[in-house]
């Protein structure tokens, strides 16, 4: 499909560059002719000239209505967003007129580009939905079942407490997923705002190892930590534990039972070092560049809880302090997430 082209080439220079010089001689012409006494030849040719120069005026009148009634159908379409928008097309690339359709044309591909991007997004929201709908009706539905049964049935002491530790739990995994849809939110916006400073990245590192413990013994798994104490590092100490911590919780989250976590860090010459390494589920080759969009899920754990908001709030979080984060991964061999601190 052409975007942005003309059906109609337009020449504001060449077709009467001609004619206009003719014209200009032949005024030019008239005091000579006067001056030898022929004042016939010089009426004649100052009708000639006259008759010239209005046809000329006539036909550049006519052709730059003609290029503007083109514009303006260009306009419309535009704004209508369809496929093919036609545009005129001028010869001479230096003019007024060129440019003008120049900056129209660009105007259009820039229009193109925020609807496709808007598209884009609808789309991303439109799988974010269905994912959070999913993932909230399931913890829901626990609740209001848990709930049912508390109220209808008559248990044990033991019994009783058991199904309200699970109604906390799943009201606990939903509240998980509201807060990192506002902080999400909250990060886009700018309400949130990222003040690095020089802090030890040892006690922050170990604030976020504290927050995935619970989960890290219910599924047994070991962690160990390698990390040089102090490590003074310029950072944000409370959005940089948010960004670890979230890593931590998805090699938590994607680690078989009894399996193990390694967490190194160190002082490299560009700065501080830090990197994750899990030996769980992995991450399938195709999919290791879109891990850090928001919304994203790999197919393989859409069963898992999530909403594919984590790793991307980690990225907006390291990223605003001038770090930046990568991933190695190989599918069923485990994942490592290496954080470079500048």
Request: proline share 4%; with cysteine.
């Amino acid at each position: 499909m052409r975007r942005g082209f003309a059906s109609k080439q337009y020449s504001f220079r060449r077709e009467n560059r001609c004619a206009l010089c003719i014209c200009v001689l032949m005024l030019l012409s008239i005091p000579v002719l006067m001056f030898f006494q022929l004042d016939w030849a010089a009426y004649v040719v100052l009708g000639i000239g006259g008759v010239m120069f209005y046809l000329l005026f006539q036909a550049y009148q006519h052709k730059v209505t003609d290029f503007f009634d083109q514009v303006n159908e260009g306009m419309d379409q535009m704004l209508s967003m369809g496929s093919d928008v036609f545009l005129p097309e001028v010869e001479d690339h230096e003019n007024v007129f060129s440019r003008f359709v120049s900056k129209l044309s660009r105007l259009y591909g820039a229009m193109r580009v925020a609807e496709e991007n808007a598209d884009e997004e609808k789309r991303v929201m439109q799988g974010m939905i269905a994912d959070l709908s999913h993932q909230i009706k399931t913890p829901v539905a626990n609740i209001k079942m848990d709930l049912e049964l508390l109220s209808k049935r008559q248990m044990s002491p033991q019994r009783h407490q058991e199904f309200l530790e699970r109604t906390l739990h799943e009201a606990d995994k939903m509240d998980f997923l509201i807060q990192s849809i506002i902080k999400m939110s909250r990060l886009e916006s700018g309400a949130i705002q990222i003040l690095p400073e020089q802090a030890d990245l040892a006690r922050t590192l170990a604030n976020a190892l504290l927050s995935v413990s619970a989960g890290a013994s219910r599924k047994e798994i070991g962690i160990t930590v390698d990390c040089p104490q102090p490590l003074m590092v310029r950072h944000d100490p409370k959005w940089t534990e948010e960004a670890v911590f979230n890593l931590l919780d998805n090699a938590v989250k994607y680690s078989p039972e009894g399996g193990t976590i390694e967490v190194y860090a160190e002082m490299r010459e560009s700065g501080a070092y830090l990197s994750i390494t899990d030996h769980g589920i992995g991450i399938p080759e195709e999919w290791q560049g879109a891990v850090f969009s928001k919304f994203f899920r790999a197919p393989a754990v859409h069963n898992l809880p999530g909403a594919g908001v984590g790793l991307y709030l980690t990225r907006q979080i390291l990223e605003a302090q001038g770090c930046y984060v990568t991933v190695r991964s190989a599918a069923g061999e485990g994942s490592t997430f290496s954080v470079q601190f500048l």
